[in-house]
């Protein structure tokens, strides 16, 4: 069955899309550039997948529970420094961005590790330690007085924050690859489940078939509030703004659901590549910008109107091999994931959870397919790499995962599961009227009002090589901005201009964000470290978690009505 490719701009008609402010002034434009918006606009599949959550039955709501024990921490693993401490952790693996809370220091033991830290936040001393029964530990995000994370497998904790004693817990499946998001008295997170494998014919609409659940609970509890069927994985975290609730999916759609209820308000695919950032009247988020087919990758930022879900620009366009999956499967940041991922039992490599990066052989028999498994599922926004539907049934054994994870790499590059769990792309930050975004290889600053391009600062390094983006996502550190980058340099940049202002070398690569709080960096490394730099600067502070908030929603001023 052929699939649709989702409709995207091409370059001359981007270009006009991206200047609307000359358009508004120029009607002679007008028509342009609402022909070049209707082709960058996506495919609306709303309906369909109302028509998924009306016909396909949930799964039961019943999670078993996960189990935390006290765990032994070596105090000669921490050590001083002269601007601050690193703590070393055993794992020795990605250590996702840590988070501050009440004076305590959050973080996860690292990708290939079943165990969760918490320290003093001032001078590194281990307040408590934990092993879990699941690997690979996300960000914490604090509530009331417990923290909140996901594991890779397969574990949804809320612990304790002063003790690390488990409030509950809920196996939701493998893997999860997003962390929560709190807001109320709710937290949010999405997870792998399998629908009947003998759905009726009509259960599934059109292109659509459900792979994965998000969910509400109450974060005290743990008690189920609302699920909603969608067609892919998370990408980095869902996002509260005000009542709504925000996410793109790995395979590039754009969700918004009701936060209280669940109604579903937009589902719209736009090869997204970030997590989405809602201020005001407008959500930003990063797109693929190229072609079907095209030769070269191609990546913008967009802004679009929350009420209507009209584009309003597309900027920033530029080539992207950062997304280019021919590019990633044979970059550094692949070919070091796997060797992160077989602590945690995870074979098979880019794209493949023991499938290889091929969900299927290559060389399959053609005109077969997989028992159990409609043509529907293999469908993502644009599909130039995954076997035709008439080789799956030669595979043995059929990996839905893997395929999952082609689908995703087909949208952002990457296929890896630790690599798809360490994502954030080129997400921008928004503060003062601007996004800010490391788009691969440069730090980008845009007008949010016009998408006008206010400056550019190139990013040393080789994309191709090293593969992913060369720094993180911006935050913000008092008036500034504060990246970090895969060479291990903690860079405090002036906003207004993009011009570095102070370094600090962490002393090995970096790919996860910092967070800084009362003039502490803090950020871990792919190594293993838990870095804290003391500037000596109070004002460097307010981003102490991922995302800034709870929410997650990456920006500066909070949404009318945030939690």
Same mark, same amino acid.
């Given at each position: 069955?052929?699939?649709?490719?989702?409709?995207?701009?091409?370059?001359?008609?981007?270009?006009?899309? /991206?200047?609307?402010?000359?358009?508004?002034?120029?009607?002679?434009?007008?028509?342009?550039?609402?022909?070049?918006?209707?082709?960058?606009?996506?495919?609306?599949? %709303?309906?369909?997948?109302?028509?998924?959550?009306?016909?396909?039955?949930?799964?039961?709501?019943?999670?078993?529970?996960?189990?935390?024990?006290?765990?032994?921490?070596?105090?000669?693993?921490?050590?001083?420094?002269?601007?601050?401490?690193?703590?070393?952790?055993?794992?020795?693996?990605?250590?996702?961005?840590?988070?501050?809370?009440?004076?305590?220091?959050?973080?996860?033991?690292?990708?290939?590790?079943?165990?969760?830290?918490? !320290?003093?936040?001032?001078?590194?001393?281990?307040?408590?330690?934990?092993?879990?029964?699941?690997?690979?530990?996300?960000?914490?995000?604090?509530?009331?007085?417990?923290?909140?994370?996901?594991?890779?497998?397969?574990?949804?904790?809320?612990? @304790?924050?002063? $003790?690390?004693?488990?409030?509950?817990?809920?196996?939701?499946?493998?893997?999860?690859? $997003?962390?929560?998001?709190?807001?109320?008295?709710?937290?949010?997170?999405?997870?792998?489940?399998?629908?009947?494998?003998?759905?009726?014919?009509?259960?599934? @609409?059109?292109?659509?078939?459900? $792979?994965?659940?998000?969910?509400? !609970?109450?974060?005290?509890? &743990?008690?189920? #509030?609302?699920?909603?069927?969608?067609?892919?994985?998370?990408?980095?975290?869902?996002?509260?703004?005000?009542?709504?609730?925000?996410?793109?999916?790995?395979?590039?759609?754009?969700?918004?659901?009701? #936060?209280?209820?669940?109604?579903?308000?937009?589902? +719209?695919?736009?090869?997204? =590549?970030?997590?989405?950032?809602?201020?005001?009247?407008?959500?930003?988020?990063?797109?693929?910008?190229?072609?079907?087919?095209?030769? +070269?990758?191609?990546?913008?930022?967009?802004?679009?109107?929350?009420?209507?879900?009209?584009?309003?620009?597309?900027?920033?366009?530029?080539?992207?091999?950062?997304?280019?999956?021919?590019?990633?499967?044979?970059?550094? !940041?692949?070919?070091?994931?796997?060797?992160?991922?077989?602590?945690?039992?995870?074979?098979?490599?880019?794209?493949?959870?023991?499938?290889?990066?091929?969900?299927?052989?290559?060389?399959?028999? +053609?005109?077969?397919?997989? @028992?159990?498994?409609?043509?529907? $599922?293999?469908?993502?926004?644009?599909?130039?790499?995954?076997?035709?539907?008439?080789?799956? +049934?030669?595979?043995?054994?059929?990996?839905?995962?893997?395929?999952?994870?082609?689908?995703? /790499?087909?949208?952002?590059?990457?296929?890896?599961?630790?690599?798809?769990?360490?994502?954030?792309?080129?997400?921008?930050?928004?503060?003062?009227?601007?996004?800010?975004?490391?788009?691969?290889?440069?730090?980008?600053? %845009?007008?949010?009002?016009?998408?006008?391009?206010?400056?550019?600062?190139?990013?040393?390094?080789?994309?191709?090589?090293?593969?992913?983006?060369?720094?993180?996502?911006?935050?913000?550190?008092?008036?500034? %901005?504060?990246?970090?980058?895969?060479?291990?340099?903690?860079?405090?940049?002036?906003?207004?201009?993009?011009?570095?202002?102070? =370094?600090?070398?962490?002393?090995?690569?970096?790919? !996860?964000?910092?967070?800084?709080?009362?003039?502490?960096?803090?950020?871990?490394?792919?190594?293993?470290?838990?870095?804290?730099?003391?500037?000596?600067?109070?004002? %460097?502070?307010?981003?102490?978690?991922?995302?800034?908030?709870? &929410?997650?929603?990456?920006?500066?001023?909070?949404?009318?009505?945030?939690?």
């Amino acid at each position: 069955m052929a699939h649709p490719a989702l409709a995207i701009c091409t370059a001359a008609t981007l270009l006009i899309a /991206a200047s609307l402010s000359l358009a508004a002034q120029d009607p002679a434009l007008s028509g342009e550039r609402e022909a070049a918006e209707a082709e960058l606009q996506g495919e609306d599949v %709303l309906d369909k997948l109302r028509t998924v959550n009306a016909r396909v039955e949930l799964p039961p709501a019943e999670f078993a529970a996960g189990h935390v024990e006290p765990l032994e921490f070596g105090a000669d693993r921490v050590s001083r420094t002269d601007n601050g401490f690193v703590i070393q952790l055993p794992s020795e693996s990605p250590i996702p961005t840590p988070t501050v809370y009440d004076g305590r220091l959050y973080v996860s033991g690292g990708f290939s590790s079943e165990e969760y830290y918490c !320290f003093d936040a001032q001078c590194g001393k281990l307040e408590w330690a934990v092993q879990l029964d699941d690997d690979g530990p996300s960000s914490a995000t604090p509530f009331e007085d417990s923290i909140l994370f996901s594991c890779e497998s397969c574990t949804l904790f809320a612990l @304790d924050a002063k $003790s690390g004693a488990m409030r509950w817990s809920h196996w939701l499946g493998d893997p999860l690859l $997003s962390m929560p998001a709190v807001a109320g008295r709710e937290v949010f997170a999405v997870y792998p489940a399998t629908p009947d494998e003998d759905l009726p014919e009509d259960a599934v @609409d059109g292109n659509i078939a459900p $792979s994965h659940i998000v969910a509400a !609970f109450d974060a005290a509890t &743990g008690k189920l #509030r609302w699920r909603r069927w969608i067609d892919s994985d998370c990408m980095t975290t869902p996002v509260v703004a005000g009542d709504d609730l925000y996410l793109t999916s790995l395979t590039g759609t754009l969700y918004r659901f009701g #936060r209280k209820d669940g109604a579903m308000r937009l589902a +719209e695919r736009v090869r997204a =590549t970030s997590a989405p950032v809602a201020v005001g009247e407008r959500v930003y988020l990063g797109r693929r910008a190229d072609d079907p087919g095209a030769a +070269e990758v191609m990546e913008c930022i967009t802004a679009q109107d929350r009420a209507t879900n009209a584009l309003q620009y597309a900027a920033a366009r530029h080539a992207a091999p950062y997304l280019d999956q021919a590019v990633q499967r044979e970059a550094a !940041f692949s070919q070091q994931a796997e060797e992160f991922e077989a602590p945690n039992a995870i074979g098979g490599g880019f794209g493949g959870s023991g499938g290889g990066f091929f969900s299927v052989p290559p060389d399959a028999a +053609e005109g077969t397919q997989a @028992d159990g498994v409609s043509d529907e $599922s293999v469908a993502p926004a644009k599909q130039t790499a995954v076997p035709a539907d008439e080789v799956l +049934e030669e595979a043995a054994p059929f990996d839905a995962l893997a395929v999952k994870q082609l689908q995703a /790499a087909d949208v952002i590059g990457l296929g890896n599961v630790s690599t798809l769990q360490a994502f954030h792309g080129s997400r921008p930050l928004s503060r003062d009227g601007r996004l800010f975004s490391c788009m691969g290889d440069r730090l980008v600053c %845009l007008n949010a009002d016009s998408g006008e391009v206010l400056w550019t600062v190139p990013l040393e390094g080789d994309l191709r090589q090293a593969g992913g983006h060369l720094a993180t996502p911006p935050i913000a550190a008092g008036n500034h %901005l504060l990246i970090a980058t895969i060479t291990g340099q903690l860079r405090l940049i002036d906003p207004s201009s993009g011009r570095t202002e102070r =370094t600090w070398d962490v002393g090995s690569p970096v790919r !996860f964000p910092p967070v800084v709080d009362a003039g502490r960096i803090f950020v871990g490394t792919q190594d293993g470290k838990l870095v804290c730099i003391e500037t000596g600067d109070a004002g %460097l502070t307010g981003w102490s978690m991922p995302g800034g908030d709870p &929410g997650h929603n990456n920006s500066v001023t909070k949404d009318a009505n945030q939690p």
